[in-house]
């Protein structure tokens, strides 16, 4: 039997092309055409392009919000402590996870851990591998130490095997790895194209809300950083997690920027080993170089990722420039440098408009947070003048363009993760000075920024 020809539907206007276009013929809209399932008999079910759609999450009846039951959501914990405190608390039933990283970056190292742990604690775990044959997943469990592993594995690459699979054993949680791979009999382009993506992510999502399974989609990102595919992928899913680090580097974070059940911009730490990934229980030790004395330019914030207050070493170095003075910074934002040094000239009287000024965050971090600005402008100032801040001394604070230093989120927080570090000394926003004094930590509170400048010549 012939197979069923395609069709090119407009996502503007609705118009149907029998063969992809770059313009669509109906309304003139460029790259609009998407390829669609075969089209068959209009049905009860079916629109006039013949194709099924149902409800990603289940339809249900009507009915006020008010008297719906809220319940909390079961959790089943990975066994990974840090990947745990990403998710929220760890796995959820039928929830759908898209986890993105570049290549080499340890995705797949993470997740055949978990599936591993979740396995050894009783739950069923499937790992369907598209890009690696069973020999090669075994290869990289013998490395790990799981040579003992009972994880259930599959090569394949064909969505309604999968599905097939997935429904004959009902696994607690299910693997795909990747989603780029996989791709369904119903449509004709290649794995990896936006319509394979939509389609095959659509239906194991389906599949996760009706059956409770837990299902994580691995994804590609492109070279920019972001995830590969269409957009809608990570509406579609209900956590997202990116895979970052330098490959250089034996650390690794996984951030989460959207999740359904737990806070967003939580971080988990891990350390590359030789059996695979490890949990850092204190990132903040390799976040901090370790100076025998103190530097001039150096400044220890305290910074937060998600719910954890964490010490990120912020460093300065200002030297003469020449008639283009240079402003480079690695880990924060280059634009919001070139104001704080502009508030820092107007308001408390230090220029640097003919040095060059470079900025760097310990550890690879990456901050995001305004109230790092106040340690950015310390460190510049103290590698300026050559002087370096006492031992054990950290900052925190925003700066606005009229020079007040605001109050930074959950300002106590921060004050007894330093405390509890050993630091002694801290220059903070005076609206998050404590009530109460908190041991070994003497706590200096600004308004301003010419008020810091005064405080830190005081203490030098």
Not at 35 to 64: C, D, I, K, M, Y
Not at 149 to 161: D, F, G, R
Not at 208 to 226: I, M
Request: aromatic share 4%.
């Amino acid at each position: 039997m012939a197979k069923d020809k395609t069709q090119y539907v407009c996502s503007e206007c609705g118009g149907t092309s029998p063969k992809w276009l770059g313009k669509c013929p109906s309304c003139g809209a460029w790259n609009s055409l998407v390829e669609q399932a075969p089209a068959a008999a209009p049905g009860p079910a079916q629109n006039r392009f013949g194709n099924t759609f149902a409800a990603l999450g289940g339809a249900s009846e009507l009915a006020v919000l008010a008297e719906i039951e809220a319940t909390d959501v079961a959790r089943t914990a990975t066994g990974l402590e840090e990947l745990d405190r990403v998710l929220g608390g760890g796995i959820v039933p039928g929830g759908v996870t898209l986890i993105g990283g570049d290549p080499g970056i340890g995705k797949s190292t993470l997740l055949l851990q978990a599936a591993d742990a979740l396995q050894n604690a009783g739950q069923i775990a499937l790992y369907v591998t598209g890009e690696e044959s069973g020999a090669q997943v075994a290869l990289r469990a013998h490395r790990l130490g799981l040579e003992r592993s009972q994880v259930q594995l599959m090569a394949e690459i064909q969505l309604e095997k999968i599905l097939a699979t997935l429904d004959a054993h009902r696994p607690a949680i299910a693997i795909i790895d990747s989603i780029q791979t996989v791709y369904s009999d119903q449509l004709t382009s290649a794995p990896g194209s936006v319509a394979q993506v939509r389609e095959c992510a659509a239906h194991l999502t389906r599949f996760a809300k009706a059956s409770g399974t837990a299902v994580v989609l691995v994804g590609h990102v492109t070279k920019e950083g972001a995830l590969a595919g269409p957009r809608v992928l990570e509406h579609m899913v209900d956590t997202v997690l990116y895979f970052e680090g330098d490959t250089h580097s034996s650390f690794r974070l996984v951030r989460a920027i959207k999740n359904r059940f737990g806070a967003v911009n939580e971080i988990g730490v891990f350390a590359m080993t030789e059996r695979g990934l490890r949990g850092v229980a204190n990132p903040s030790a390799i976040f901090l170089s370790q100076h025998a004395q103190p530097v001039p330019g150096s400044v220890v914030l305290v910074t937060l990722e998600g719910t954890r207050p964490m010490l990120v070493e912020i460093q300065a170095l200002v030297d003469d420039g020449g008639p283009s003075p240079r402003r480079l910074s690695v880990g924060l934002e280059r634009d919001r440098l070139a104001m704080l040094l502009a508030v820092l000239h107007r308001h408390a009287g230090v220029a640097s408009m003919d040095q060059d000024v470079f900025v760097n965050a310990v550890g690879g971090v990456r901050i995001t947070e305004p109230a790092a600005d106040l340690a950015v402008m310390l460190a510049v100032s103290s590698s300026l003048r050559g002087k370096a801040l006492p031992k054990g001394f950290v900052a925190f604070g925003e700066v606005g363009l009229a020079g007040e230093v605001r109050p930074a989120p959950r300002g106590q927080e921060r004050l007894r993760e330093a405390a509890k570090l050993g630091f002694s000394v801290a220059l903070v926003p005076k609206a998050n000075a404590p009530k109460k004094p908190i041991e070994g930590l003497t706590i200096h509170a600004v308004d301003r920024v010419d008020e810091a400048m005064a405080v830190v010549r005081q203490l030098d």
